[in-house]
């Protein structure tokens, strides 16, 4: 943590921003009006009036301002001239993205701070209870890049997350869909995906998708021009905590929940059969 916290010291000493009203949230700079008003009213008629929820789980939403999406990719663009310039050596968004930069690393951790805190949690709450939805306090935000020149595609995986803010931030390309097969738990993370479960998504630049960081999902080749996307890892302490002492995640995992149903079925039939045996003998 101290090595961390000295790494990123070292960067905020040295580089400099190109857009410093990036770094503080201002609302109606970043944010669609509808997306704000929808916030504020903070209900669940409200969040689902500027949403669509194609499967279970998956909420889609405009979100993002198209001038906030290029001061953040030239900011980006920025930040990385200078690492090329100073031969600066940094660490990437996770261990699956080669391309790509924490953007808290270099100045942006309290404006992400703030869009967690007063926008995706509220959001959250609502929709994402059983897994700290309410109780989100910390998160990893980062841009990741796909191109021809950069990563390509992004292999099926769950995310290090309770709730991911995924928004596109452009430019120009084709190809690179999200694609969703469902919520599991460590146990059964890789058990076989039903139908319902089965979802593509095209990304669009400002659009945002809102997630269960356990919901299995990966992205398919970006096959031309350049497609850059903003993530904020969204965690709950309290969760992680709670979740040491649960046996079962059946009220978030489709697997365990499935399994549950399955046991019940089960134990009805065995109940239904036990009582016929025992009106026969009485009959008898």
């Known amino acids: 943590v101290q ?47 500027i949403m669509a929820e194609p499967i279970p789980g998956i909420y889609t939403f405009e979100m993002l301002q198209p001038r906030f999406c290029e001061m953040l990719l030239s900011e980006v663009e920025n930040f990385e001239r200078w690492v090329h310039d100073t031969r600066f050596r940094i660490m990437r968004p996770n261990t699956m993205n080669k391309f790509g930069a924490v953007l808290d690393d270099f100045g942006l951790e309290t404006m992400l ?8 949690r509220p959001i959250s709450k609502v929709f994402f209870p059983e897994v700290g939805g309410s109780t989100l306090d910390s998160h990893h935000g980062f841009v990741v890049e796909y191109g021809m020149d950069r990563d390509v595609e992004l292999g099926f995986h769950v995310d290090d997350s309770e709730v991911t803010l995924n928004v596109c ?8 869909e999200l694609f969703f097969r469902g ?22 630049p400002g659009y945002a998708v809102l997630h ?7 992205a398919r080749a970006t096959t031309s021009g350049s497609r850059v ?34 046991r019940q079925c089960i134990s009805i039939a065995a109940t239904k059969q036990e009582l016929l045996k025992r009106i026969g003998n009485t009959s008898s």
């Open 183 to 204: 919520v599991r738990c460590d146990k059964h993370v890789n058990t076989e995906t039903q139908s319902e479960e089965i979802l593509d998504y095209s990304h669009v």
């Open 169 to 176: 931030l452009g430019r120009e390309f084709s190809g690179g």
């Open 229 to 262: 996307n903003l993530l904020v890892w969204c965690r709950s302490s309290v969760f992680r905590e709670l979740k040491k002492y649960q046996k079962e995640c059946s009220s978030w995992c489709a697997e365990c929940q499935r399994e549950k149903k399955e």
């Open 212 to 218: 269960r960081g356990r919901h299995r999902h990966g």
């Open 113 to 120: 701070d703030k869009l967690m805190n007063d926008f995706i």
């Open 3 to 49: 090595r961390h916290k000295e790494y990123r010291q070292r960067i905020i000493s040295n580089y400099q921003p190109l857009h410093r009203e990036l770094f503080t949230m201002h609302a109606p700079s970043v944010l669609v009006p509808a997306f704000v008003k929808a916030v504020r009213d903070n209900t669940e008629a409200s969040f689902r009036s």
